[in-house]
């Protein structure tokens, strides 16, 4: 492994932004950040599997915290570039070779990944990427592009839901209770961004019309076996009841998708992405029934709510 050329790589895609008492308060983009990225994608996709030098070598170095997230986070305006920036992330997040070498020191390293997009606003952003993939698949008009963005974030999550394994040597040093809360934590992250209701929304479109998704079958199961994963059956199965007594429907599928779509223009219009504003404002989730009879999902603070947007019915076109 050329460790010369990738630590060049990765101390070139970004430098602190401080004010002047040295206080971080952005990170300021290089002028050859994404020319760096695609490199270290390429660097990443040469990585031996069963050594993985260059995985071990990035984290390392912190390369996630300090840098992807931070260019995921305040370089949003870019896309091209958080988008290479997600791409590493897949990548980097990959599950681990059954065969591959120094497994407890790898599943340490990934616990610090998930740490690091937990504590974030990852996931909203990254989340963000899909408002025309989505809009375009309620009016089914769906193309391959934006197909195979969704699968990149769809494997996206499926990476960090699998880190789960616990190593002996975590087990011995009484951790093993902090990298559950992780999980868990993480897990409540994706229903507050919306990501179950996604999940749901393209697994319900598997067998639609669009032939794309058809091709993903595999995939969501895995999501959804690792969502399950180490959860208690019978709760399981009592939510489930509970559902059925509420009654979905493909018209249900068809106001979660557009909650979505409407969850994202609303964070857009409050601040970008909840940009470390911490004050105690109210938030909450609330439907409102429309004059049509249809339903309608908000989540946020309702002062901000378009009274409008509550007032409007929906059409929908057809069944997906």
């Known amino acids: 492994m050329d460790t010369e050329g990738l630590s060049v790589i990765c101390a070139g895609l970004e430098y602190v932004d401080e004010d002047d008492s040295g206080n971080r308060i952005g990170y300021a983009k290089t002028d050859y950040c994404l020319d760096n990225l695609k490199d270290l994608l390429r660097f990443l996709r040469r990585d031996d599997p069963q050594s993985r030098p260059v995985f071990k070598q990035v984290c390392k170095w912190n390369t996630v915290s300090k ?25 980097l997040t990959m599950p681990i070779e059954a065969s591959s070498n120094d497994i407890s020191q790898q599943i340490e390293y990934l ?109 969501l ?44 223009e609303e964070k857009r219009k409050l601040s970008r992405i909840r940009k470390l504003n911490r004050s105690s404002q109210f938030r909450g989730a609330f439907t409102r029934v429309t004059m049509d009879g249809s339903k309608a999902f908000f989540k946020g603070n309702p002062t901000f709510t378009s009274h409008d947007k509550l007032l409007k019915p929906h059409q929908v076109q057809g069944v997906h």
Not at 146 to 155: I, N, P, Y
Not at 173 to 187: K, N, Y
Request: net charge negative; with cysteine; charged share 20%.
């Open 67 to 91: 840098d992807l997230i931070p260019i995921i986070e305040y370089r949003q305006d870019d896309r091209n570039l958080v988008l290479n920036a997600v791409k590493v992330l897949v990548f």
């Open 111 to 219: 616990w610090g990944l998930k740490s690091s997009i937990t504590h974030s606003n990852t996931i909203a952003v990254v989340m963000s990427l899909l408002e025309s993939p989505l809009q375009n698949l309620e009016h089914k008009a769906l193309t391959e592009d934006d197909w195979k963005l969704v699968q990149l974030v769809l494997t996206l999550f499926r990476n960090i839901l699998a880190i789960q394994d616990i190593s002996l040597q975590q087990k011995a040093g009484e951790s093993a209770s902090q990298f559950l809360s992780l999980r868990d934590r993480f897990l409540e992250l994706l229903f507050h961004e919306n990501v179950m209701d996604l999940i749901l929304v393209i697994t319900q479109n598997v067998g639609g019309s669009s032939q794309y998704f058809r091709q993903d079958n595999l995939l």
């Open 221 to 264: 199961l895995e999501i959804f076996h690792c969502i399950c994963m180490g959860q208690e059956p019978e709760l399981l199965a009592k939510a489930h009841l509970n559902c059925s007594k509420v009654g979905g429907d493909t018209k249900t599928s068809l106001n979660s998708l557009k909650s979505i779509l409407e969850e994202e």
